[in-house]
């Protein structure tokens, strides 16, 4: 069975930082493809980034040179550190293993205000 659990979301103000972390069992950062996906209120979710088994990371145009995305292979974890963080920003982000199917966790608020 796969449980996925995020971590680290909060309160930030603009310009802040968070690193926002992802566990798992059942399933493995080192084995998939990875990443993060943000969900605003009343909309569907979006993939803010992801990280191949392989190393290869891409990232949406509205997060590129603040958002880093990274894993830990031996503590099977996912990592997405935000910097220069926005309003924009605000939203619950969902960890994601691209796997069949496909599999996510229950999420973690972040909320950037001014």
């Known amino acids: 069975q796969v449980h996925i659990v995020e971590s680290g979301g909060g309160l930030v103000h603009i310009g802040g930082s968070l690193r926002l972390s992802c566990t798992g069992s059942?399933?493995?950062?080192?084995?998939?493809?990875v990443g993060w996906d943000r969900q605003y209120p009343g909309k569907q979710r979006d993939e803010v980034a992801r990280i191949t088994s392989t190393g290869i990371t891409n990232y949406a145009d509205a997060v590129k040179g603040r958002f880093t995305i990274s894993r830990d292979n031996a503590k099977n974890a996912l990592y997405l550190q935000m910097n220069s963080l926005k309003p924009s920003d605000t939203a619950v982000y969902y960890c994601?293993?691209?796997?069949?199917?496909?599999?996510w966790g229950q999420g973690t608020q972040v909320t950037v205000r001014g």
């Open positions: 059942g399933t493995e950062v080192a084995a998939n493809t």
């Open positions: 994601r293993h691209f796997r069949s199917p496909d599999a």
